[in-house]
C-alpha cells in the first residue's frame, strides 16, 4: 500500500514531487538540511565533530543524499531509519550520489570514494558496512543500547504515529552525552479546512479514517515533544520555533471551536514549527 501511494503522488522522499525529480535541485535542498545539522552538532570544525561517528537520520524516504554527506565529512557509520522498506540502490541514488561527488571539495570526495563505486553498466555500488537503511512500522530502531552519536531528523517527527516508543528506542540507542537535532513541522500539510488550525479539531477517528497512509501529521504540538523529552531524561538544550502560525488563525480557533482550543495554550497554537537540540545525560 505505501508503494503504491507512493506511485500515485510521484513522490516518496521530500513530499515535493519536482523537487524529487530534479537531482540537481535534491542534492542541493539536501546539502542544506545537512548544513542545518553541521551548525547545531560543531561551531568549529565539523570534519573533527563527526570523525568516527555512528549517526542515524529518521525519515530519509528514498534517497541517501544526507547520508552520503555525513559519510564525506568524516562520519563513520550512517544509519537511515524508515517506516516503510524502500529500494536503496535505486537509478535515482546512483544519480544522486555522482551529482554529490561532483559539487564536495577535493578531500570529501576522496573520503566518498573510498565508500562508494560505480560497476561496469554504471551502477552504484555501496559499502553497505558504512551505510545502511532499516525499516519498521511500529519505529522502534533495532540498533545496540549506546551505539549512537548522533540522531537527526527533518520534517520526520510530526508523521510519526507512536512518538513515545520513538523517544525511548532514541534514548536507548544514544550514548551518554549523545546528541539529537530535529526540526519539525506542525501545520496541516494543507489537510485544513477553513483556518490553519481547525485540522486541530477533527475526531482522532475520523483523522485517521482522512490520513491512513497519506502520511498525514499527527497533531502533536510543541508542548508534547517537550513532555517527551522530560519523561524520557533528556537535557533539552536548544529551542527555536522556526515559523508561527498568524494571530487571527488562532483567535478563529478559539472563537469557533473553544471546547477543542481549550486543551492548547497561545505557545503550542502559534507554533508552526520548531528545531531543537536534545543530549542524553
Known amino acids: 500500500m505505501p508503494a503504491a501511494i507512493n506511485r500515485i503522488r510521484h513522490t516518496t522522499g ?26 547545531h552538532i560543531s561551531q568549529t570544525d565539523i570534519c573533527a565533530a563527526l570523525k568516527n561517528k555512528t549517526i542515524v537520520e529518521l525519515g530519509p524516504g528514498d534517497t541517501m543524499a544526507t547520508g552520503l554527506f555525513f559519510l564525506a565529512y568524516g562520519a563513520a557509520r550512517v544509519v537511515c531509519f524508515d517506516r516503510f522498506k ?12 555522482r551529482q554529490i561527488l561532483s559539487i564536495l571539495p577535493e578531500p ?22 558504512r551505510l545502511q537503511y532499516q525499516h519498521s512500522l511500529n519505529e522502534k530502531i533495532d540498533l545496540e543500547n549506546n551505539s549512537v552519536d548522533i540522531i537527526v531528523s527533518n520534517a520526520v517527527l510530526e508523521h510519526v504515529q507512536n512518538l513515545d516508543a520513538l523517544f525511548a528506542s532514541m534514548y536507548r540507542i544514544l550514548k551518554p552525552g549523545g ?34 497512509y497519506r502520511g498525514a ?8 515533544y517537550k513532555n517527551l523529552l522530560n519523561a524520557h ?49
Open 14 to 39: 521530500t513530499g515535493n514531487p519536482q523537487l524529487d525529480h530534479d537531482i540537481v535541485q535534491l542534492v542541493e535542498y539536501s546539502k542544506g538540511v545537512f548544513e542545518k545539522y553541521c551548525r
Open 86 to 97: 524502500l529500494i536503496v540502490n535505486s537509478p535515482k541514488n546512483t544519480l544522486i550520489a
Open 108 to 129: 570529501q570526495q576522496l573520503i566518498l570514494q573510498t565508500i562508494l563505486s560505480f560497476d561496469n553498466q554504471g551502477q552504484m555500488r555501496l559499502d553497505i558496512t
Open 179 to 212: 546528541l539529537m537535532v530535529h526540526a519539525a513541522d506542525l501545520k496541516s500539510h494543507d489537510l485544513h479546512h477553513t483556518t490553519e488550525l481547525d485540522f486541530l479539531t477533527v475526531p482522532d477517528w475520523l483523522w485517521w479514517l482522512m490520513t491512513f
Open 217 to 224: 501529521p499527527n497533531r502533536k504540538r510543541w508542548s508534547h
Open 233 to 281: 531524561d533528556f537535557e533539552l538544550t536548544f529551542f527555536k520555533v522556526t515559523s508561527r502560525f498568524p494571530l487571527e488563525a488562532i483567535s478563529t480557533l478559539r472563537l469557533s471551536y473553544p471546547e477543542h482550543a481549550q486543551r492548547f495554550s497561545n505557545e503550542d497554537l502559534s507554533s508552526g514549527g520548531f528545531l531543537f537540540t536534545a543530549r542524553k545525560p
